[in-house]
């Protein structure tokens, strides 16, 4: 089975753009949750997506935000870029089969704000 | 509130050693999963374990072992015999569906761990 992917794997952008990121998950796998890796802060968790549906939401701006197709693939979305949004994006998928499931993680987008 | 320490920032050994990396949680929740993934250089977070909090029972797999403790809230990683290509940042994360929701992972800092040949 293919595991989850992300694209692009790397991207540049300056202050004030927006940028969206994109993730496949594991084949069968419904739940998707993203998660901001930065030097400073560590793992965090952005949000997750369940049935198109946000479940959770950790504790970001409105800047960032999200989506889920009925394919189960997810994007999220950064708006009006600061510098303090670089970080390595991970995504992760779950099958899902009651309250916490074991997420698998893809390789990540490492975005660079200018 | 829910936390995960991993107090090892670092730790270097030479190749062969057996190594520890320690991870103490904090949490209301009766029912809860703690997890452990390692992260190569290459960024991808890899799955190692998954424990629930009613199974205490030590898991060993291969040279890896983990020592799940309740009443010191404690879920210890061992490597025995340690190789170079264990060299990553090894996270420790908690998920407790009641404070947290549903399958958010919080994360430690995180153990770099150094095999030198």
């Known amino acids: 089975k293919a595991g989850v992917t992300q694209t692009p794997r790397y991207l540049i952008k300056t202050r004030g753009q927006q940028v969206t990121l994109s993730c496949s998950p594991i084949?069968?796998?419904?739940?998707v949750s993203w998660y901001q890796q930065t030097p400073g802060q560590g793992l965090q968790f952005l949000f997750e997506?369940?049935?198109?549906?946000?479940?959770n939401k950790g504790n970001f701006p409105g800047r960032f935000s999200g989506r889920q197709f009925s394919n189960s693939r997810s994007e999220m979305n950064v708006s009006t870029l600061e510098l303090g949004d670089s970080a390595l994006y991970l995504c992760?998928?779950?099958?899902?089969?009651?309250?916490?499931?074991?997420?698998?993680f893809g390789p990540g987008t490492r975005l660079t704000v200018l | 509130a829910q936390k995960v320490t991993q107090a090892q920032t670092e730790i270097s050994v030479v190749e062969k050693e057996d190594v520890t990396l320690d991870c103490v949680y904090e949490t209301r929740d009766t029912t809860y999963y703690l997890f452990w993934y390692k992260q190569p250089p290459s960024g991808e977070l890899v799955f190692l374990i998954r424990?629930?909090?009613?199974?205490?029972q030590n898991e060993i797999s291969g040279r890896y072992s983990w020592n799940f403790q309740k009443s010191t809230s404690s879920f210890n990683f061992t490597i025995t015999a340690s190789q170079v290509v264990d060299s990553a940042v090894y996270f420790c994360?908690?998920?407790?569906?009641?404070?947290?929701?549903?399958?958010?992972?919080?994360f430690g800092a995180g153990t770099r761990l150094a095999v030198h040949p």
């Open positions: 992760a998928s779950s099958y899902l089969t009651g309250d916490t499931d074991t997420q698998y």
């Open positions: 084949s069968g796998h419904r739940s």
């Open positions: 997506y369940f049935s198109e549906t946000q479940r």
């Open positions: 424990r629930n909090s009613f199974d205490e």
């Open positions: 994360a908690l998920s407790a569906t009641f404070s947290g929701g549903y399958n958010k992972l919080i």
